[in-house]
């Protein structure tokens, strides 16, 4: 049992991205993703269900901005995922959920060590 417990107080704590995510490379992508207007879908429901704040408006349409700092493994596979706060929880996790399948198989970078990237998504609706 102390064995146990000495083997996890070993492990090295997983630390969060930086406080600058402007600093951070972006996320490389072999093949950039297709973001299909239909993934606004759910975002749009938030907002309206009263869950989001308010968006912001571009050109007429509702628009929300998000940013997501993505840590990449050697191999190239994604360890984590940390989206920006935008007082709207669920779809800071969709975000993190899109983001995830996209880069699954299609990231070009396998840095030596655990490293940071940056990325972000645009979800815009409405007239």
Same mark, same amino acid.
């Given at each position: 049992?102390?064995?146990?417990?000495?083997?996890?107080?070993?492990?090295?704590?997983?630390? !969060?991205?930086?406080?600058?995510?402007?600093?951070?490379?972006?996320?490389?992508?072999? @093949?950039?993703?297709? &973001?299909? /207007?239909? %993934?606004?879908?759910?975002?749009?429901?938030?907002?309206?269900?009263?869950?989001?704040?308010?968006?912001?408006?571009v050109?007429?349409?509702?628009q929300?901005?998000?940013?997501?700092?993505?840590?990449?493994?050697? !191999?190239?596979?994604?360890?984590?995922?940390?989206?920006?706060?935008?007082?709207?929880? @669920?779809?800071?996790? &969709?975000? /993190?959920? %899109?983001?995830?399948?996209?880069?699954?198989?299609?990231?070009?970078?396998?840095p030596?060590?655990?490293?940071?990237?940056?990325?972000?998504?645009?979800?815009?609706?409405?007239?």
């Open positions: 049992m102390m064995a146990l417990a000495l083997q996890a107080a070993a492990v090295a704590p997983d630390v !969060g991205p930086p406080r600058d995510w402007s600093a951070l490379a972006p996320l490389p992508f072999t @093949t950039q993703p297709d &973001y299909p /207007a239909s %993934l606004s879908s759910f975002v749009e429901d938030e907002v309206k269900a009263g869950h989001c704040v308010p968006p912001k408006r050109d007429g349409l509702s929300v901005d998000i940013s997501l700092a993505v840590l990449i493994v050697p !191999g190239g596979s994604v360890k984590r995922i940390v989206p920006q706060a935008i007082d709207c929880p @669920t779809v800071e996790q &969709y975000s /993190a959920g %899109l983001i995830l399948k996209m880069s699954r198989d299609n990231i070009k970078a396998s030596a060590t655990d490293t940071w990237y940056r990325t972000s998504m645009t979800f815009t609706w409405g007239k």
